[in-house]
C-alpha cells in the first residue's frame, strides 16, 4: 500500500467522520487531520499502549473519559492510524483538568484546545468501534476486525492497596457491594416489560456500589452511564428497536451529564427504568397483532413529523382508507386517526423534556396545523398544558 495514497484518502475521510486522526510510521507522525499543534497529538502513555498491543485494532479509554483507537495498516507493519479523542458526553470541568494535565497543556493554549474538543463529535462507543470497522475496510479491504479494549488503570501495586482498603471497609462496616444483585432485578423487570412492577413501585435494598470517583457526583454521574447501558441492554433483549434504545440512552446520558446534584441523576434513573419499561412492554403487546398492523404502527412512529392522514397510510400499504379505519379499530380498539395524534403528542412530550425547543417549534416539526391546535390536543390528551408540563418538570429536576 502506497502510504501517499493513504494520506490522500484520509484528507477525504477526515470531514465525513470529524474524528481527529494521526497517520504515525514507526515513532514518526506522517500528517494529522485536522492541522492541530502538536501538543494536541495523543500523549505518548496512551500511544505506547495502543502501539504495543498484540491486536491489530485496539481501543483504549483514558483517565478523562475518553476513547482512542488505533489501526494497523495491513501492507505496512510499522504503519498505524491513531483516531481519537471521542467521547460519548461533553467534558465535564473535572475531566478537562485530567485532560489538560495528560497533554501538559499550559494556560495559553487552553482556548485552542477547547476549539479542537469542541469540533470532535460526540459518539458513542459502538459508533466509534463500528468507524473503526469502516476504516479496516476502506483501507486494508476486509471485513472482519477484532477489537481489543484496554482501560487506563493504576499501578498495580496501588490498585491492590486501593482494593484491600476497600474490601475490608466493606466487611468491617458489613456494607458490600450489592450492585450485581440490583442489576439483575431491574434489568429483569426492562426485559419483561413488567409495568406492574413499576407502577407499584420497585422495592430493593438500598444499594451499595463501589466507588467510580472521589467526587460524589461524578461517581453518581458514572454509575449511572453504566446502569443505562445495561438498561439499554435488557430493553433491547425486550425486543426494542436498536435505533430507539440507542438515542434514548445518548439522550439519558447527556442529561445526567448537565445534572448538578445527587438527586438529579438519581431521578433520572428511575425515570430511565419507566420510560424504557413502557416500551419494551408497548412493543411485546405489538407481537400479538397481525403484521400488517405492526408496520401500520411502525410507520405512524417513524413519520411524526409529517402530516399523516388516514389515507395517506391507506394508499402507502395498498387499503381503501375506510376498510383500513376498521379493520384498525377491529385490532387495536382505537381509532387510527387517534393512535396518529397520541404518537405525535407521546414525541411532544420527548421534546419537551430534553430539549429547549419552543412549543410552536415542536408544534411545526409535529406537523400541528398551528401552535393552539397543539396546545388544545396536549391538554386534552394529558389534563395540562406543554408548558406546564414543561415547568413541572424543571420543578422536579430543581428538588
Not at 411485546?284 to 392522514?309: A, G, P, W
Amino acid at each position: 500500500m502506497n502510504v501517499n495514497k493513504v494520506i490522500e484518502d484520509l484528507k477525504y475521510i477526515y470531514p465525513a467522520i470529524g474524528i481527529p486522526m494521526y497517520l504515525y510510521q514507526d515513532e514518526q507522525v506522517l500528517c494529522a487531520f485536522p492541522e492541530q499543534n502538536a501538543c494536541l497529538y495523543p500523549p505518548e502513555k496512551y500511544r505506547s499502549a495502543l502501539q504495543t498491543s498484540d491486536f491489530f485494532s485496539v481501543v483504549l479509554a483514558t483517565s478523562f473519559y475518553a476513547y482512542y483507537g488505533i489501526l494497523r495498516l495491513k501492507s505496512k507493519s510499522n504503519v498505524y492510524l491513531i483516531l481519537g479523542p471521542v467521547t460519548p458526553i461533553r467534558y465535564s470541568k473535572s475531566s478537562l483538568i485530567t485532560l489538560f494535565k495528560e497533554f501538559a497543556i499550559s494556560d495559553i493554549q487552553n482556548q485552542a484546545v477547547h476549539s479542537f474538543l469542541n469540533g470532535i463529535p460526540n459518539l458513542m462507543f459502538t459508533t466509534f468501534t463500528d468507524t473503526l470497522s469502516m476504516l479496516h475496510h476502506f483501507l486494508n479491504g476486509s471485513n472482519n476486525l477484532t477489537i481489543d479494549y484496554l482501560t487506563e488503570f493504576s499501578s498495580e501495586d496501588e490498585l491492590k492497596s486501593q482494593f484491600t482498603s476497600e474490601l475490608f471497609n466493606d466487611k468491617e462496616y458489613a456494607m458490600p457491594n450489592n450492585s450485581l444483585e440490583i442489576e439483575r432485578i431491574v434489568c429483569k423487570i426492562v426485559e419483561s416489560g413488567d409495568i406492574a412492577q413499576i407502577k407499584k413501585g420497585i422495592t430493593y435494598p438500598r444499594i451499595n456500589a463501589g466507588s467510580l470517583s472521589p467526587n460524589p457526583l461524578r461517581h453518581m454521574k458514572n454509575l449511572f452511564i453504566v446502569d443505562i447501558t445495561l438498561l439499554t441492554r435488557s430493553a433491547l433483549k425486550g425486543g426494542l428497536n436498536s435505533s430507539a434504545a440507542y438515542k434514548l440512552s445518548d439522550l439519558y446520558i447527556q442529561k445526567a451529564e448537565n445534572a448538578t446534584n445527587l438527586d438529579q441523576v438519581n431521578h433520572l434513573f428511575y425515570d430511565a427504568i419507566a420510560t424504557l419499561t413502557t416500551l419494551v412492554a408497548q412493543t411485546k403487546e405489538l407481537t400479538s397483532k397481525s403484521s400488517d398492523m405492526i408496520n401500520i404502527i411502525n410507520y405512524v412512529r417513524q413519520h411524526t413529523n409529517y402530516n399523516l392522514t388516514v389515507a395517506d397510510i391507506a394508499k402507502h400499504f395498498g387499503y381503501h382508507s375506510n376498510y383500513l379505519s376498521t379493520k384498525f379499530k377491529n385490532e387495536l380498539g382505537f381509532h387510527l386517526s387517534s393512535f396518529i395524534v397520541h404518537t405525535k403528542l407521546e414525541e411532544a412530550k420527548m421534546l419537551l423534556k430534553y430539549t429547549d425547543k419552543s412549543l410552536l417549534e415542536i408544534s411545526e416539526y409535529l406537523c400541528f396545523c398551528n401552535q393552539s391546535h397543539f396546545q388544545n390536543c396536549f391538554k386534552k390528551q394529558y389534563g395540562i398544558t406543554p408548558l406546564q408540563y414543561r415547568k413541572d418538570l424543571s420543578k422536579q429536576e430543581a428538588l
